[in-house]
């Protein structure tokens, strides 16, 4: 169930961060699914949130703890959160960290980075949950840029067919096509504001390291005047 099938998702310059939608599933886990285009500082902090408050706010006053159920938070970004990471998909989860064993399933945070898909990943720790092959199918989908693609994706499968589907009603969406001019202008803004911003600290890091070199030039001249006028003195 969609709890949120209204909210369109938003970008501004301060929080490049878009909801798209917040589900329950069937047993009851809340699953928060964002798309997350940019990869500023202070990313993990803001998704161990999301993720924690999706679990929490299910507790009423009163409530017995056991009436919990798993949050869940799956991010697909466009520029890659661990660059160091060679995974397309990680899931990070609550473990013991030297065994590995698993303390509780209520949180988990699954980062997908679309940069990294059909990359290789190394050995893996054990069998590949079934799910994985269909994360690398909705990622075909999100990077296809021509109609071959796309019919190849809907090929796969019943689900995928299906997204495409719902894909190609979407595009013709006056509503939607106007949502994401409005999204595509608005990262352009933020991007250049960004870059405006480093240009300006890189001006104003030059204009305070050149009034600092004049200081110390002062400094070392006065030094050598007053080291002269002593030796003539003495």
Request: proline letters at 4%; glycine letters at 8%; aromatic letters at 8%.
């Amino acid at each position: 169930t969609v709890l949120n099938p209204q909210m369109a998702g938003e970008v501004s310059s301060s929080k490049v961060i878009v909801l798209d939608v917040l589900a329950k599933l069937g047993d009851g886990t809340q699953v928060n699914l964002e798309v997350q285009v940019e990869a500023p500082d202070g990313l993990e902090p803001r998704f161990v949130f999301y993720c924690a408050r999706g679990y929490t706010k299910q507790l009423l006053r009163g409530e017995d703890y056991t009436e919990l159920k798993a949050s869940v938070l799956v991010v697909w970004m466009v520029k890659p959160l661990f660059p160091e990471v060679a995974a397309f998909h990680s899931v990070y989860e609550l473990r013991e960290r030297r065994t590995g064993r698993l303390f509780s399933e209520a949180l988990a945070i699954h980062v997908l980075e679309l940069s990294k898909l059909g990359q290789a990943e190394g050995p893996g720790t054990g069998e590949e949950p079934p799910y994985e092959e269909l994360a690398r199918q909705w990622g075909a989908l999100f990077l296809a840029k021509t109609e071959v693609e796309l019919e190849r994706i809907a090929a796969q499968n019943e689900v995928m067919s299906e997204a495409v589907k719902a894909f190609h009603a979407t595009a013709a969406d006056p509503e939607v096509a106007e949502l994401a001019l409005r999204r595509e202008e608005s990262l352009k803004f933020y991007n250049m504001s960004l870059a405006l911003t480093r240009e300006k600290g890189h001006e104003e890091g030059l204009e305070k390291g050149i009034e600092k070199g004049i200081e110390r030039w002062i400094e070392k001249g006065q030094r050598l005047i007053l080291e002269r006028q002593l030796r003539l003195r003495f």
